[in-house]
């Protein structure tokens, strides 16, 4: 098992695919980009597979979570799916992707075992999605989700960062849309991984903030604590339910004490926390015919170090030097 000095085991683990992305979020990236990894130093898919079978067959890992940058950029990203959800015990398997390109690839990723997706959808209004992500792609996100629903990666789950002065205002038509289609609607605070550090507190819309947006339209009750476990989204039932809302307070409300995931970059990096800025290298040790014994004794090290919180109120706190992109969510 992958256990911690804390008493924390992580059974759920983020894989990205690839530090590309064709947004340009301003709580990402410039709108310029980045220099993207070359692609020998990526994972390839046989690699990403065994690693993630060990992880599932040996370590306890009971949930994958794809992300990116954009893994729907990954074309083998069905087949990885495909052979991840084929793993004993089979693994929870999910996706996390802007959306872009969802509709052509939702038929193949349920096809291939998919579970469900969590698609970003920062605005409904055509403009501010130009103006945050500076690409004119609001239409093709949309029909994402809806291709989603279609294909039956449900529940689909929307995540929403909101940005003072520019989307902040939508947040109760951004929820009354998920509500109407189904869809399980999350709010993120925006988190310190930008890559031109540009974030500050002030700027920040709160978990508190967040809800005193919605409380004047919306009546939200807590939902059940003792079923939140390791989730990291406060859940709230909106006019008594069933329908629920979450928020995800990383920054004001950290849920680092029952936190149970670990992640694994594009090149093959283990890290323990998104605001971690040690890693631990298994692409190395793995390209130079390391046992699977071997990956396994390098992982379980590496957990076993994870520190006991992320540290954004530490006066010292510095931001990781890979921003969200290169990372993976």
Known sequence: MLNDSYGRVATDLRVSLTD?????????????????????????ADEIVRLVTIGVERL???EVRYTGGEPLLRRELPDIVAR????????????TTNGIGLARLAPALAQAGLDRVNVSLDTLERET????AHRDRLADVLDGLAAAEDAGLRPVKVNAVLMRG??????????RYCLERGYELRFIEQMPLDAQHGWTRDNMITADEILAMLSPVFELTPDDREERGSAPAERFLV?????????????????CGACDRVRLTADGQVRN?????EESDLKTAMRAGASDDELAARWIAAVASKRPGHGIDDPAFL??????SAIGG
């Open 84 to 95: 991840t959800t084929r793993l004993s015990p089979r693994p929870q398997v999910s996706l």
């Open 166 to 175: 520019i989307n902040d205002h939508e947040a109760p038509a951004l929820l």
């Open 20 to 44: 590309k992305c064709n947004l340009r979020c301003t709580y990402c990236m410039p709108p310029e980009g980045l220099d993207w990894l070359p692609n020998a130093k990526l994972l390839t």
């Open 129 to 132: 999605f130009k103006r945050l």
């Open 319 to 324: 931001q990781p030097s890979r921003p969200m």
């Open 60 to 62: 306890g890992i009971t």
């Open 239 to 255: 006019d008594g339910g069933p329908a629920r809302v979450g928020v995800i307070g990383s920054v004001t409300r950290p849920f």
């Open 273 to 277: 926390c998104l605001f971690a800025r």
